[in-house]
């Protein structure tokens, strides 16, 4: 069985993170060029330019048990549809959008041709396997959105 796509969740942290993505890279001397209510699909969430001209694209993703995934796990999964990704950074964002995980580019490429499969919510009647891009907390780096 594989996971069904859930729109709801999806609807209800899509433009959350986006804002949160806008607001950091905001303080980091970027700019948004993208536009938030549209979907960019199979792209990027969001797209910024610097004052020099240095554009970077952006993946959101929400995790409600960040801190849990954070302190206990010894890597983070990245769905496999990520594989290919043209964004240049991937951040994670936990419940309160005050810390985020972001994973470069050539981090995913370093890691993604060999993917990780996946029980999900194991021992559960509606469980499931998944690839996944296995990424090393080694690999992440941790940022409090006030550093």
């Given at each position: 069985m594989s996971r069904v796509f859930n729109k709801e969740a999806y609807n209800k942290f899509d433009r959350a993170c986006k804002e949160a993505a806008v607001n950091y890279l905001e303080k980091k001397g970027f700019y948004l060029v993208s536009d938030l209510d549209v979907e960019y699909f199979k792209q990027?969430?969001?797209e910024m330019i610097n004052g020099q001209g240095m554009v970077i694209k952006i993946e959101n993703e929400f995790r409600g048990k960040f801190e849990i995934i954070k302190?206990?796990?010894k890597s983070f999964h990245i769905p496999i549809r990520k594989k290919f990704t043209e964004c240049d950074f991937y951040f994670i964002w936990g419940p309160d959008y005050n810390e985020i995980a972001i994973i470069k580019k050539e981090?995913?490429?370093k890691y993604r041709d060999n993917p990780k499969l996946s029980i999900c919510a194991?021992?559960?009647?509606y469980s499931w396997q998944e690839e996944f891009i296995d990424i090393p907390v080694e690999e992440i780096i941790f940022r409090k959105i006030n550093d």
């Open positions: 990027f969430d969001v302190d206990k796990f981090v995913i490429i194991k021992d559960k009647p």
